[in-house]
Each structure stands twice: as structure tokens, then as C-alpha cells.
């Protein structure tokens, strides 16, 4: 034990010298006790994978939730995780508190000193697998894990639209059927693709459809940036109040067009439809709170907060983009639109005044929600990253066109 807790201070001391700081690794987290659990209960010691999971955006969104619930998902497996973020990441709060986590000073995507950082934490961590999350956690490793010299796989997870340099992972995990079939389509080896849909971590209890309020609720929650499209929402709830439809708004999120869109609102006569409750971190309260959650996004790669609507027993409408299409079957368990104000506005109409259509959807989703779930996502991931570590010892490549068809069919 006194030599196990000096070899922790002595990496602890060393990682710090690199500017990098440590959670002290004798700190017993529920992840690793977990993991020992399983490894002790099913005798699979060896398929236990060490995984650098790494993220080192700022800002905070649903793509940040979905890092922390790999982190999750991945720890739910009985897998050892080591988290990777930025210094003073908002990411951090999305994490469980006893999460071994790393913080990794960067200024830019091809920043020098933080690529020779990260090549000493990859050494130091010794990790089976790196997934990264986002372009610059992608470049700063993919550069280190060629200088640190480790042969291990890199795992993208392709949150959005950007597919430039991805060709730099061994495998990349896509979000949506449609982002898989964009990737494949520039070109990139579909051995190198997998399908693997955002999912729910548990933290949010199923909710059913429940009286409305009355006037009835529509939420957004979002971050407030121009994909966003809050401006199409309020245009659609001024075109609704306009042809005399009863209703009230909350607005959760924040960002940079915050004020803008406030005083947007204003001019359009919202001023007092509109209740602006900025950043949200009981997500779960807030879907309580309205009836209707509307996503008036001009892109959206996934839509994770669709999910988390679902699992409160809440009716979606949403933009016609791919995320959204990928989850919402028009008119079943949700209604699309297009990327307009007149015709957001229309389907939010048909909602409002046919609760019991909308009734219907939201128990639909609800039975939907469940495809989503970590449990049901779990074992796909399991064996994806189990393959890929086994297979890439062998020859790097190898074996990764089955695994990744394996779960791109689920």
C-alpha cells in the first residue's frame, strides 16, 4: 500500500511538472471498483480496457453531455476511464464526482508544447484506447500519439458535421445513420465508420403525458448561437400570437446571442409571452415545467435534449434537419417542419390545439426513448471497443469493417 501511494504521488509530481493535473490515482473511485467487481465476477480481467477519454472544449451543450456519458457508459461496462479536459472546462460538472480526471493545458489545435503534453500523458496513463471528442482533441492526439510512439487505437466520436481530418482516427463513431452515410460519402473506408446513437445515462426518471398547462407551455433549451434557430422560434410565436393563439414560452440556455434575441423578442411584442430562465442544469425540472418543447434549429446533428423531452413524457417539434429526422418519425411520435417560421409555427398550431394527438406522440416516444437507452447502447459499444483493441495489436485496421457493421445494423 506505502509503495502503491508513492507511486501515485511520484506520477501525480510528474504530470503536474508537464502541466498536467492529476486526480491522485490511489483515490478508489466507484468506476474502478466496479470494474474489479465484474472482472472478479465473470473472470474477464483481460477484457477490461483502459480508455483515455478526452475532450478539451470550453463550452457546454449537448455535445459536452454526451462526453461525460461515454464517461459513464464506459464506467457502466466496468471499463478503467481516465477523463481528459480542459483546465477550468464547464464539462467537469456533466462528470461523476469521483471521475479520474486529467486536465490538459492547450491553446491551439496544433499547439506544440500541449501535443508534447499530451504524449507524456499518454505514457504516463498508459491507456489500451484514446477516444477523442471534437477537432481539436482529435488533432492534438492523433500528433501525440505518434510522438509518444504507442501503438493504440484513436477513437473518434463525430459529434457534428465536420469531416475534415477524421481520416486521422482508426475508427470513427457516428452519431446518426445520416453522418455515418455523409462520412462514407466523402470518401472516407466504411471499415473505419460505426453508428452509434447518442444516448440517455439514467440520471432523468420516464415522466408520462400529464394535463397541460393552461395556457399551454412551449419550451426551447438550447445554447443560444445562430444554428440554433431561436430566432425562427420567436418569429413562429409571434405569427401564433398574431392569429390568436393562447400560449406561454420558457426559454432555457445561454450564450452569446442571448441579448440579442431578448431584445429581438422584444420588438416582435413578446416581451411578456416569454420567460427567459437562462442556464439549466435540472433539465429534467425544466420539461416539468412546459408542454410542448420545440428545436428550431437550421443544423442539428443529433438533438440529445429530443431524448431527454421523451423521457419527461413530452411532445417534440422540431426542424426538419438530420438529427431530428433521425429520432422524430413525423406525426408518431413527434411532428417536423421545415426550417421556416410559418410553417414552425403551423405544426405548433396543430399541437396546441389537439392535445390529444399530442397525447399520443409523447406515448409513443416514451415506448421509442428506450432504443436509447445506456443499456440498450451499452453492449454495442462493448464490443466495438473490445474488438478494435484486440484486433489493432494484430495489424491496425484489421477487423474493424465487422465490428463496425456489427453495430451500424442495430
Known amino acids: 500500500m506505502i509503495k ?3 507511486k501515485g504521488l511520484k506520477t501525480c509530481g510528474a504530470l503536474a511538472s508537464h502541466g498536467i493535473q492529476s486526480a491522485p490515482i490511489w483515490n478508489i473511485t466507484a468506476c474502478r471498483a466496479q470494474r474489479a467487481a465484474i472482472a472478479v465476477k465473470t473472470g474477464e480481467e483481460g477484457n477490461v480496457v483502459r480508455v483515455l477519454n478526452v475532450m478539451l472544449s470550453l463550452g457546454l451543450g449537448g455535445v459536452q453531455k454526451a462526453y461525460a456519458g461515454y464517461t459513464k457508459l464506459l464506467c457502466h461496462l466496468g471499463h478503467e476511464v481516465v477523463s481528459c479536459v480542459a483546465p477550468r472546462s464547464a464539462v467537469s460538472m456533466y462528470l461523476p464526482a469521483d471521475a479520474n480526471l486529467v486536465t490538459l493545458s492547450n491553446f491551439f489545435e496544433r499547439d506544440p508544447v500541449a501535443i508534447i503534453r499530451a504524449a507524456f500523458l499518454l505514457r504516463s496513463q498508459k491507456p489500451d484506447l484514446i477516444m477523442v471528442h471534437g477537432k481539436r482533441a482529435l488533432m492534438l492526439f492523433s500528433r ?14 463525430l459529434h457534428r458535421h465536420r469531416l475534415k481530418h477524421i481520416a486521422r482516427s482508426d475508427l470513427n463513431i457516428c452519431i446518426s445513420e445520416p453522418l455515418r452515410d455523409e462520412a462514407a460519402a466523402a470518401g472516407i473506408d466504411k471499415a473505419m465508420l460505426a453508428y452509434i446513437p447518442n444516448f440517455l445515462t439514467g440520471e432523468l426518471d420516464a415522466s408520462s403525458p400529464t394535463p397541460w398547462n393552461d395556457p399551454p407551455v412551449i419550451g426551447f433549451l438550447g445554447r443560444m448561437v445562430p444554428e440554433k434557430g431561436l430566432d425562427l422560434f420567436i418569429d413562429a410565436l409571434a405569427i401564433l400570437k398574431e392569429s390568436g393563439v393562447h400560449f406561454a414560452a420558457r426559454i432555457g440556455g445561454d450564450g452569446p446571442m442571448r441579448q440579442t434575441w431578448k431584445a429581438y423578442a422584444a420588438a416582435r411584442g413578446l416581451g411578456h409571452d416569454l420567460q427567459w430562465v437562462g442556464w439549466v442544469n435540472a433539465v429534467g425540472e425544466f420539461h416539468k415545467s412546459i408542454d410542448v418543447l420545440c428545436i428550431p434549429s437550421r443544423w442539428e446533428s443529433f438533438g440529445l435534449v429530443i431524448l431527454e423531452a421523451y423521457k419527461a413524457g413530452k411532445v ?13 418519425n413525423d406525426k408518431v411520435n413527434g411532428l417536423m417542419s421545415d426550417i421556416d417560421a410559418k410553417d414552425l409555427a403551423a405544426k405548433l398550431k396543430v399541437v396546441i390545439e389537439n392535445p390529444e394527438f399530442a397525447e399520443r406522440m409523447a406515448t409513443q416516444a416514451a415506448y421509442d426513448i428506450m432504443q436509447y437507452e445506456i443499456d440498450a447502447v451499452a453492449p454495442a459499444v462493448d464490443t466495438l471497443l473490445k474488438n478494435l483493441v484486440k484486433n489493432f495489436h494484430h495489424a491496425p485496421g484489421l477487423g474493424l469493417s465487422s465490428a463496425a457493421s456489427g453495430v451500424a445494423d442495430r
Do not use: E, F, Y
Open 144 to 157: 501525440a500519439r505518434h510522438l509518444s510512439g504507442l501503438h493504440i487505437p484513436l477513437v473518434n466520436v
Open 4 to 6: 502503491s501511494a508513492q
Open 316 to 328: 417534440v417539434v422540431a426542424t426538419r434537419t438530420t438529427g431530428p429526422a433521425s429520432i422524430i
